[in-house]
């Protein structure tokens, strides 16, 4: 059997009670329970899902550089006991970026992280905005990748949800419905209309959900980029170089066929998206791949684990 990477699982940190609010009190107590475990109990889930590594990164949170500190000191702990089947993405302070970047660096150089795992906004302000840069700047120096992941709608974005419906259902269709996949794929092309890439051509983004919807829209967007803004690469060259993409949550044939048809198989990776999708159902996707005949036989080695082998520097030491 092969062994699985994944990359887009989640953990909550006793730091967040540190917070004035709980950003999760709406999330089910059920899920909440696995949220908080880093332990043996969470690698019992993992082996029900043939997970040999799973990179943890905490759930969306917007915090300071303290609280940023003693959760990554915390989820180290929790590494350190098993370097074998856990590794760490770095929570970061965005709203303090010099601090931010700092912080990455002491997270990569000291406890041994893999990259980290960013919100895709902060407080509706995008990335595009050079105050934010040495964040960016600092991976690539470090060569460790940034994992853009999507967060809840501010007050003012939610607006652009709302409508002749319950407030409820806007916040969905805000979230997991629509907004949080089709802002982050604005951010992408933001990011590269501002020129970031040009900056820094070394850079190493991972976005989730099978692209984040961009895949689909590639043959629209290529042509159109170049008149966007004139850089040094076209967005077809960067999304080919700089940009990797998991699966995370999203356990489809016809999106990955997409993604497949429009992106490089070595960029492509497994993941989850634990604890909100479950390592058996996403167990279950890869035999629906192998049955399809979408990948090769080392197709799917490269996508299991070998392609975050590469670019995370890690090795998926347990399989079955």
């Keep these: 059997m092969l062994p699985f990477i994944t990359l887009e699982e989640h953990y909550v940190s006793s730091a967040s009670k540190d917070l004035p609010h709980d950003a999760f009190a709406n999330f089910p107590r059920e899920i909440m329970d696995k949220l908080e475990c880093v332990n043996e109990k969470r690698i019992r ?53 010099i601090a931010a970047a700092e912080e ?15 919100d895709n906004h902060l407080d509706g302000q995008f990335y595009d905005d050079e105050c934010f840069w040495p964040v960016f700047e600092k991976a690539q120096e470090l060569d460790v990748p940034i994992y853009l992941h999507p967060t809840f ?19 969905a269709l805000s979230a997991f419905g629509w907004g949080w996949h089709v802002e982050t794929g604005l951010h992408i092309l933001r990011l590269y209309i501002s020129g970031l890439f040009d900056r820094f051509p070394r850079l190493k983004i991972i976005i989730g959900h099978m692209g984040e919807l961009l895949p689909f829209q590639l043959n629209r967007i290529f042509p159109q980029a170049g ?16 940009i990797w993409v998991t699966t995370s949550g999203m356990f489809s044939l016809a999106p990955l066929s997409c993604l497949l048809r429009t ?29 399809s005949g979408l990948m090769t036989e080392g197709e799917l080695e490269m996508f299991a684990f070998k392609n975050a082998e590469k670019l995370l520097k890690v090795k998926a030491a347990h399989s079955w």
Aim: hydrophobic fraction near 35%; include cysteine.
């Design 153 to 171: 709608a501010t007050e003012d974005m939610l607006k652009h949800y709302k409508g002749n419906y319950s407030d409820e259902t806007a916040v």
């Design 263 to 291: 992106t490089s198989i070595e960029h492509v990776l497994y993941s989850v998206d634990y604890p909100f999708s479950t390592n058996e159902r996403g167990k279950e996707f890869v035999e629906e791949i192998r049955k």
């Design 104 to 118: 990455l660096a002491r997270c990569v150089n000291d406890l041994g992280f893999v990259g980290t795992l960013i």
């Design 45 to 97: 889930e993992m082996d029900s899902g043939e997970v040999s590594l799973q990179v943890i990164s905490h759930g969306p949170l917007d915090a300071p550089l303290s609280v940023c500190i003693k959760a990554n000191d915390e989820l180290a702990l929790a590494v350190s006991k098993n370097p074998n089947r856990f590794a760490g993405f770095a929570m970061l302070p965005m709203c303090e970026p």
């Design 227 to 242: 008149r966007w803004a004139k850089h040094e690469r076209s967005f077809k060259e960067v999304w080919e170089s700089n």
